[in-house]
């Protein structure tokens, strides 16, 4: 018997034109989870960020969380734990991290009936030792990773945890991204799916389980009709064959043992390369040293951490108006931190836009400018003004770097 046990996420920066939403919405949500309501085999582990909950209901969406809600009820689908805004868990600090998970967690909780801590996906499937640590003391049972990230001979046979217990569920890259690509039909992906189950010396099947892990825009959005070309297709498929199993992955620590050696994820991303584990740059979509606007970016985000610290240790209550504007800071703060403004900064890599990236070099702006403003109304405004200078100094690099760079890209592709 093979386990296969998908994953999907749905996630959407806070700053996502409305116009793109509904489109997205209509394209690629509305017949993704309406094809999941018409098939009884459907066990589906999804995380929706609930940022993109928020943002549905705020553009008058809410009838696709209703379509979620009842796929919920009906144990067809398992909602995991994520971080609210998209951040990269592994490059802020933990307990931005860790609030970034909570607020979260209570909007999961409102939305979908006796919701626990179970599964969790980080951003990216960004991992580290430390986000590991910090995510099993918070509660949760099992991380989803990339297969890069295993530190060890890949096993589909057992299960294995981080020290303090975390199980750890490898992604199969490879066959993900065939999936993700459109390089692989739906009877492909079913005939290499019993593939994994070959027979031993004994000739006795031995269980294994697969686990593939995706944006789920791909379905309908980014390919079109994609959820029946293919995803409904290779559930029909599977409906008619014995070997073949759906899982959440939640569940299938029943089915599997778990390996008495404890192991640490390595530092990776769903999009880390090999040659970036090579190069020791597990995260290079949004941290790469060569690359400016990824530097710019984190010399702001770090002066705004210490901005936002000096802040946090004064006593607010005293003074309304710093209040006010710390609260106000702090709105700002979480958006910015989004993963995207980064991720738009990698030209080598197909991925440039300059306006996408000041979307998220405003709302850090924007909690810079009112952090300062929480200080002066604490009458504490000296404190901070080197943080704030700093941030405005390598703000205005950063502008002349999207200028500059635009215009070596455009001299190029003459």
Known sequence: MIYWAPLFHMYQP???????LRQIDKECYKPLLRMFEEHDNVKISLNINAVLIEMLYEFDLSDTIEILQNLVSSNKIEITGTAKFHPILPLIPQKESERQIEINEEILRKE?????RGGFFPPEMSISSQVAKYIRELGYKWVIVSGVACPVDWSTDQIYTSPNGLLLFFRDDILSNKIAFNNITAKG?????KGKVKKNKEQKQKDKFIITGMDSET?????????RTFLSKALELINDQKEIKIEFISDLSKFFPINKE????????????YDDMKADIPYSLWDHPDNRVHTLYWKIVRSLNNLMNLIENLDLKQNWDAERHYDTSR????RGICSDTTWWGNPNRGTWSPNLIYKGIE???KSALNAQLALVHANQSDIGEGYFDSISFYHNLLLMELYSKTKELKRRNK
Do not use: A
């Open 14 to 20: 806070s700053f996502q034109d409305g116009r793109v």
């Open 189 to 193: 992906f079913v005939e290499e799916i």
């Open 112 to 116: 979908f009936n006796q919701w626990e």
């Open 363 to 365: 709302l850090l702006m």
């Open 262 to 273: 404890k192991i640490i994820p390595k530092d990776s991303s769903w999009s880390t390369t």
């Open 331 to 334: 709105w700002f703060y979480d």
């Open 219 to 227: 379905f309908g959005h980014h390919i079109k009709k994609f959820e």
